[in-house]
């Protein structure tokens, strides 16, 4: 499966793939009415999040316009759905329900508080928020991928937050719009600029492994300098390369980062952002859940 679907960040994915969504699909799918009075909550490129009193106020439903299918810009729905039905941890957003209405694919999922992306927002570096991201996406992330399924599209945006409580968040994965279950090897460009890892390109096979393990970094990353040096001083890396290799501005951008001395383990930044795919690894789970009541001070 391909995995050319770069995209600027709060766009989704693209690509022609009709032949991918077979009528025994869409025959299979049970009709029934969305709700007749909802409130919409979040927006993606092809979707609408929508919650309602009809459904109980723990869950939302994901509307997918079937238009948005049809023109073959959400060719991974199918796998979506797959993926979906396969998953059962407590660190991924759960999928309840499937079924369409006239003009679009709805999936019931269970209802975090926001999405990290809004969370975040002028709000200054919290320590204890950055330890609680690095302990519930280390297990969902090796969960997945355990099962050979590859999110690559990890950014703040695709991460929901439950339970907003002082004392008890939850930061669980969730849009596998783009996620394919395959072999670790993919050849292209994929996920959202700023995440994506300098390695992918449209010639060499990368591990999908690795590169979840960056975006993972580069949310990480965001939650430490903020959103709009993020923006200015690390996405835009991407397009200012010219003829400078990207890993290189990377590195250079990262060593700059870490001597600014944030009180954050950059141990876990150095094995996640390491520009060499071979070096780079998920922080230690055992670890962080033995250490874990210091670990969140
Ligand atoms: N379970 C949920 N609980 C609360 N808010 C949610 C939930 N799922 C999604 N949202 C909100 O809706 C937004 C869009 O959802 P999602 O990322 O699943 O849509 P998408 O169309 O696949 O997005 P993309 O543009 O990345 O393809 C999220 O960024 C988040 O703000
Ligand atoms: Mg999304």
Redesign the pocket.
């Given at each position: 499966m391909e995995d050319t679907i770069l995209v600027p960040r709060g766009?989704?994915c693209g690509g022609p793939a009709l032949k991918l969504f077979n009528d025994n699909f869409i025959k299979s799918m049970k009709f029934k009415n969305l709700p007749k009075k909802y409130e919409l909550?979040?927006?993606?490129?092809?979707?609408r999040?929508i919650i309602s009193e009809e459904i109980g106020n723990d869950k939302?439903i994901?509307c997918i316009r079937k238009s948005s299918v049809q023109s073959n810009n959400r060719k991974y729905l199918i796998n979506e759905i797959k993926i979906m039905k396969q998953i059962n941890n407590d660190l991924i957003?759960k999928m309840f329900d499937l079924f369409q209405s006239e003009d679009s694919f709805n999936i019931l999922?269970?209802?975090?508080r926001?999405?990290l992306f809004?969370f975040s927002k002028n709000k200054p570096y919290s320590k204890k928020i950055c330890n609680y991201i690095v302990r519930d996406l280390s297990i969902s992330i090796e969960y997945i991928h355990s099962m050979s399924i590859y999110h690559r599209?990890i950014k703040s945006?695709?991460i929901?937050i439950f339970n907003e409580n002082e004392e008890n968040y939850q930061f669980k994965l969730?849009?596998f719009?783009i996620s394919v279950v395959d072999n670790d090897y993919g050849i292209g460009n994929c996920g959202s600029i700023g995440f994506n890892s300098p390695e992918m390109s449209n010639k060499i096979q990368f591990s999908r492994k690795k590169a979840d393990y960056w975006a993972f970094g580069a949310v990480l990353l965001e939650q430490l300098i903020g959103q709009d040096r993020f923006v200015n001083e690390w996405l835009m890396l991407y397009y200012d390369r010219k003829h400078t290799k990207l890993s290189n501005l990377y590195d250079n951008a990262l060593k700059i980062f870490k001597k600014e001395g944030f009180d954050f383990d950059w141990s876990i930044l150095d094995n996640l952002l390491n520009i060499d795919p071979i070096q780079r690894h998920l922080p230690n789970n055992t670890k962080i859940i033995n250490n874990f009541t210091n670990f969140l001070i």
């Open positions: 766009e989704s909550i979040g927006k993606g490129s092809y979707s999040i939302v994901k957003v999922l269970e209802r975090g926001l999405d809004v599209d945006e695709n929901i969730s849009d719009g």
